[in-house]
């Protein structure tokens, strides 16, 4: 099972931004799409962000599109997911995944261990 870490998180207020990280090895970083979802309290996990192995196309919900942009480096095998504009209904768990060949959309093969992003109104 590779292992993802992430970082970033934190509490902001209405309209700022933060810039979630997601590190990962080589041999993960190389051969998965990469991805974020989230879970907000009483809520189901869901599909936030996600790109292609070769980050040649990415993938948004609705709701962040325009706000959000995920991408990665691959000198480093990090992810990046900026957030702009947040608002208080993006305060959730974010989770980093990755899916072998494949960008993490419906369904991820490893998840890193969650960071809580909180926006205050």
């Known amino acids: 099972q590779a292992q993802l870490v992430e970082s970033g998180g934190g509490l902001v207020q209405a309209g700022g931004s933060l810039r979630l990280s997601c590190q990962t090895s080589g041999r993960t970083f190389i051969t998965s799409g990469m991805g974020w979802f989230r879970q907000a309290p009483g809520k189901e996990r869901e599909f936030v962000a996600a790109i292609t192995l070769n980050g040649d196309t990415t993938f948004y919900a609705d709701s962040v599109k325009g706000r959000f942009t995920i991408s990665r480096d691959l000198t480093t095998y990090t992810v990046y997911l900026q957030m702009n504009n947040l608002k208080p209904e993006d305060t959730a768990i974010y989770y980093c995944?990755?899916?072998?060949?494949?960008?993490?959309?419906?369904?991820?093969?490893?998840w890193g261990q969650g960071t809580q992003v909180t926006v205050s109104s």
């Open positions: 995944a990755a899916r072998r060949l494949a960008p993490p959309r419906e369904r991820a093969d490893d």
